[in-house]
T-cell receptor
Framework: DAGITQSPRYKITETGRQVTLMCHQTWSHSYMFWYRQDLGHGLRLIYY???????DKGEVPDGYVVSRSKTENFPLTLESATRSQTSVYFC??????????FGSGTQLSVL | KQEVTQIPAALSVPEGENLVLNCSFT??????LQWFRQDPGKGLTSLLLIQSSQREQTSGRLNASLDKSSGRSTLYIAASQPGDSATYLCAVRDNYGQNFVFGPGTRLSVLP
């Protein structure tokens, strides 16, 4: 299917475990983004990438790691999950002159 | 640092009304502005994209305007319907084209 897909859709994990959220886009967009959405905080940028092998921190990067070895994939890893990382995570992609397109999100619960 | 605000935070209107949602941003050096719709438990759906050189964009019953100099955008919804009930967010892209900053959203309820 064309577009941007995230997996898993739902994830429950325990504190201290490593978790990886996957994001795949079929448009070959240069830019990819990870946001988290929390009540009272809205959408906050975690990391973004302007091209393969180029990543940069957003507003709330602590505790997260990203990589982008291929243009179409942008996985987000929580190295040691904490309860404060319970959230809905959205991946998005864009080209510079176009708008932002979002995936359906991953709902993560850290117990 | 760019900041985006949206007024009102919530709005409830009867079906059929025309309504306006507001988005304000502090730094006028933007690349474009985008309006989104988010239904509960769902992702964000793009509604309209306005480039910095444009004044407005239209799609069906939706019209978005942009006034960069005053740091404002409005989303006009004509003849509202219950299916329009959702949260509406605006986002501005910085002039380097790298990053987007989101407003907190306006939660709209259209009553039958």
């Amino acid at each position: 299917d064309a577009g941007i897909t995230q997996s898993p859709r739902y994830k429950i994990t325990e504190t201290g475990r490593q978790v990886t959220l996957m994001c795949h886009q079929t448009w070959s967009h240069s830019y990819m983004f990870w946001y988290r959405q929390d009540l009272g905080h809205g959408l906050r940028l975690i990391y973004y990438s302007a091209a393969a092998d180029i990543t940069d921190k957003g507003e709330v990067p602590d505790g997260y790691v990203v990589s982008r070895s291929k243009t179409e994939n942008f996985p987000l890893t929580l190295e040691s999950a904490t309860r404060s990382q319970t959230s809905v995570y959205f991946c998005a992609s864009s080209e510079r002159q176009w708008g932002l397109f979002f995936g359906s999100g991953t709902q993560l619960s850290v117990l | 640092k760019q900041e985006v605000t949206q007024i009102p935070a919530a709005l409830s209107v009867p079906e059929g009304e025309n309504l306006v949602l507001n988005c304000s941003f502090t730094d006028s050096a933007i690349y474009n502005l985008q309006w989104f719709r988010q239904d509960p438990g769902k992702g964000l759906t793009s509604l309209l994209l306005i480039q910095s050189s444009q004044r407005e964009q239209t799609s069906g019953r939706l019209n978005a305007s942009l006034d960069k100099s005053s740091g404002r955008s409005t989303l006009y919804i004509a003849a509202s319907q219950p299916g329009d009930s959702a949260t509406y967010l605006c986002a501005v892209r910085d002039n380097y084209g790298q990053n987007f900053v989101f407003g907190p959203g306006t939660r709209l309820s259209v009553l039958p």
